[in-house]
């Protein structure tokens, strides 16, 4: 299972023997969706939920995102049961499907550009068990199905590890993967050059994640925001708990990662992420898969440095939870990969009902919004 993307790798194959061993009670189908419903307390022992998130700063001005399955006429499983989403797995036959850290490399021109990720990131170094924040919601336009758009937070260990630790979480636009945007989870315990069963890895497409919540999970298709309309949103908080870290999404945990999974990945360090973050990031990223710069949108397309509320795609009430789970702003700059294609502005501790956030993102390379 190890690192370099190959065709010969029989991750596809894998994952769909994974699945095959599912202890399935029902499938539904919404729509094109196809869900699998599996019994709970067929994942083993559950982990007891943490009581309540840390308090934390909150704006309610904004339109909740609605999951689908809290959708008029949504089918839903049997009691007991839990949602477990069918990707195409088709992406694991592509190189985009093993993620990489954002880093600060700025745009060189070169004759083709077929693999690579830009970016409007940020990343603040601080020991945290966690963080929140709220995340404008959209479907971007991709100019390739095996490209992607996403926004997103990553709590890692990258200071004192050999290779990151990371769990993430947010949303994404990969249509290889599924159809349409959703949220997605994704960890990786070596710094992205290896894959598979509790190594890193989408969702759970790998073992390693644990569902508990009977509505929202990894793969769930919500209600977009629209380019000057409804701003759609959700929240996404992650939180270390009793060796556990969970994964909240809007009004409860959704489920969570072992934190074995990195303390067994040690290789010599002297920490894991199961002992605490080190550093948290937010972010958006494109990947493109084509030789030509990408017309691949981020954020909804529009500009993060020329517009706001209603226009350009945001993340807001940007925290993370200090060592004894206190909510404290995030302070960190972003940067760009090309400012001339993705930008963003950002307001650290504003003041006001949105904290720390950022407007961000951009039309690619022709400068024009939905390619």
């Not at 769909?16 to 061993?21: D, G, N, P, Q, Y």
């Not at 006429?73 to 069918?86: D, E, F, S, Y």
């Not at 919540?213 to 298709?221: A, E, L, Q, R, Y």
Request: hydrophobic residues 30%; proline residues 5%; contains cysteine.
């Amino acid at each position: 299972m190890l690192g370099n993307f190959s065709p010969s790798n029989q991750y596809k194959e894998k994952a769909l023997a994974k699945r095959a061993a599912l202890d399935i009670k029902a499938t539904t189908i919404n729509g094109d969706r196809k869900i699998h419903w599996i019994s709970k307390d067929s994942q083993g022992s559950i982990a007891q939920e943490p009581p309540t998130p840390p308090p934390r700063h909150k704006s309610s001005n904004n339109a909740t995102a609605i999951p689908e399955l809290k959708q008029h006429g949504a089918q839903r499983g049997p009691p007991g049961t839990v949602p477990i989403a069918l990707s195409n797995l088709d992406y694991l036959d592509h190189p985009g499907s093993r993620k990489q850290a954002p880093n600060s490399t700025t745009f060189e021109s070169k004759r083709q550009y077929s693999g690579d990720h830009w970016y409007s990131s940020s990343t603040q170094y601080v020991s945290n068990l966690g963080g929140s924040a709220d995340f404008s919601l959209f479907s971007p336009y991709v100019a390739n199905t095996n490209d992607f758009s996403l926004l997103q937070t990553l709590v890692g260990r990258t200071t004192d590890v050999p290779k990151w630790h990371t769990l993430e979480a947010g949303w994404i636009n990969y249509p290889i993967q599924i159809a349409e945007a959703h949220l997605f989870t994704y960890f990786t315990t070596c710094q992205y050059t290896c894959y598979g069963d509790y190594l890193g890895g989408y969702n759970t497409d790998v073992k390693g994640w644990v569902q508990t919540s009977d509505t929202i999970f990894p793969g769930t298709v919500f209600t977009p925001s629209v380019d000057g309309g409804t701003q759609y949103e959700l929240e996404i908080l992650t939180y270390l708990y009793q060796d556990n870290w969970w994964v909240w999404v809007q009004d409860g945990y959704i489920g969570y990662y072992p934190a074995s999974i990195w303390s067994n990945a040690n290789n010599g360090a002297n920490g894991t992420l199961a002992d605490g973050a080190d550093s948290i990031f937010y972010y958006g990223e494109v990947y493109q898969s084509e030789d030509a710069l990408t017309t691949t949108d981020m954020g909804n397309g529009e500009f993060g440095a020329s517009n706001g509320f209603g226009k350009a795609a945001y993340i807001h009430n940007m925290q993370y939870f200090d060592t004894n789970s206190v909510a404290q702003d995030y302070t960190a700059g972003f940067w760009d990969s090309d400012d001339s294609r993705y930008n963003f502005q950002n307001t650290v501790s504003s003041g006001g009902s949105w904290g720390s956030y950022v407007y961000l993102g951009g039309p690619g390379a022709e400068g024009i919004v939905g390619g």
